[in-house]
């Protein structure tokens, strides 16, 4: 297949320093695209509103949005956990769309996709609310993606498990036996995916071969996640 063509795409790349926003800096610049990689805290209000009027045209919003999981037992779960994961993937990711999206309609031309996780496709111990999060990013996704899909606005999500990447997967984690051992058990593949791999595949769905997906959830996981 050939490489996804991303010449004179504008796209919007948030939380650019942290979990894959680095490889998708330097995939989507490799393949022509005009990189605006925002580093800011999206934890205020107005801070995704702000983000996208600085930005300018894009014709791409990249929602890379990412905080370490807590591991705490359900009845552990406090009120301020669920608070800190909602407030760091949730929240800006709907101010984010709801910044962007009018002018993407405006023009019919846009494209939208989520670096989600696959957590919210197959249970995981200890991970209630950060499940419970990447969950509800992935059914906000599904609704806006059908309803501005006749609007040539695409927006998709990949759920992903098993990538490498700093956030989640670190050297030194990578480096356990436990670790090892866990690829091996409950990853089909058998490895972690590459994280250009994963960004050769968000290029894909952002470029303009892909037209015809609406509100799609694209695991990527090696196959740990239900298909």
Not at 7 to 22: E, H, N, S, W, Y
Not at 83 to 96: E, I, N, Q, Y
Not at 171 to 179: H, K, N, R, S, W
Not at 190 to 199: F, H, K, N, S, T
């Amino acid at each position: 297949m050939a490489m996804p063509d991303l010449a004179g795409k504008r796209v919007l790349i948030t939380q650019a320093d942290a979990f894959m926003g680095p490889v998708l800096c330097s995939v989507f610049a490799e393949l022509g695209a005009d990189v605006v990689a925002d580093i800011r805290s999206l934890l205020a209000p107005e801070a995704a509103a702000a983000a996208v009027r600085e930005a300018g045209h894009i014709d791409v919003l990249l929602l890379n949005l990412a905080v370490p999981a807590p591991t705490t037992s359900a009845v552990d779960a406090t009120d301020a956990e669920w608070a800190h994961v909602f407030g760091h993937m949730v929240d800006p990711m709907a101010r984010l769309v709801r910044a962007a999206l009018p002018d993407m309609v405006a023009r019919r031309a846009g494209k939208i996709l989520l670096m989600g996780s696959a957590s919210a496709l197959r249970g995981m111990k200890r991970a209630s609310s950060y499940s419970a999060a990447r969950g509800a990013q992935l059914a906000y996704i599904q609704a806006v993606g059908v309803e501005v899909a006749q609007h040539n606005v695409q927006v998709n999500a990949i759920a992903q498990n098993f990538v490498d990447n700093p956030t989640y997967f670190p050297p030194e984690v990578q480096a356990l036996p436990a670790f090892q051992e866990r690829l091996r058990r409950e990853v089909p593949l058998g490895r972690l995916v590459a994280p250009r791999e994963d960004a050769l595949f968000a290029a894909f769905l952002c470029s303009d071969a892909t037209g015809c997906f609406v509100g799609q959830v694209f695991p990527v996981c090696g196959g740990w996640a239900p298909r």
